[in-house]
């Protein structure tokens, strides 16, 4: 039996995924896990659901959004992974609403491993230490290029050959590049979600690889609770 689950390629690579797995409950969840406390519940969504929805997004009431729950595989650059993965332990909410597993290179060859390639180079800014602005121009694109290239390659022939000498791969890996493509599982309630999607959506706030990360979560998990997503983006994103 063949199970088809949407996914997205965030980076437009042919190599980068975002797949949603599997998925547990959607926005009734949400209102009747809140409406707990007063021992009540909807059988089927309403007008009154929605206002209560919008309220809790509105005052930061976010216990009952992590009754929703995704499990998602990502395959990514490992800086990119790493930014996520530093986004996941910084959580308040790593305790129970947030799991990951991933691929492990002492375990696995990276000698057929796959590289993150940019389309284009970004230039540093001068106002923002941690960020870009803009590209660099048509010469330098060419030379960053042939640089960027040329260190994969070294890279790639530095870790075969440490493995032909009979050196383990758990520390032949110390020498793969930040752009080799890793993979793994995430789990997290919606409201961890929310959170993640808040901090890495605007590429202008967040590196642009990452947020077209964001971008991908969102489409792709809208459709499980779209109500909740309503409500979320009403409120600007803040969670």
Known sequence: MTIFFPSIDPLGDGKALVMLVDSMCNSLSVVNDARQSFDQRSEQWSDRDAKLINYLAAHHHTSPFRGVVFKWFVKAPL??????????VASTYVDDQLGWNEKSFRYCSAEDAQFYMPVHFA???ESNR??????????AQAEARRLYIEALKVSTRAYEGLLAAGVSKEQARA???PALYTSFVW???LQALFHFISLRV?????QSEIAA???SLLALARPVAPEAFAAFEANNYSF
């Open 79 to 88: 800086f990119i992974a790493r930014q996520w993965w530093k986004h996941t």
């Open 123 to 125: 230039k540093q800014s």
């Open 130 to 139: 941690q960020a870009s602005s803009g590209y660099v121009d048509a010469e």
């Open 175 to 177: 020498i793969v590049p």
């Open 187 to 189: 789990t997290c309630s």
């Open 202 to 206: 605007d590429a202008k706030s967040a």
């Open 213 to 215: 990360y964001a971008r």
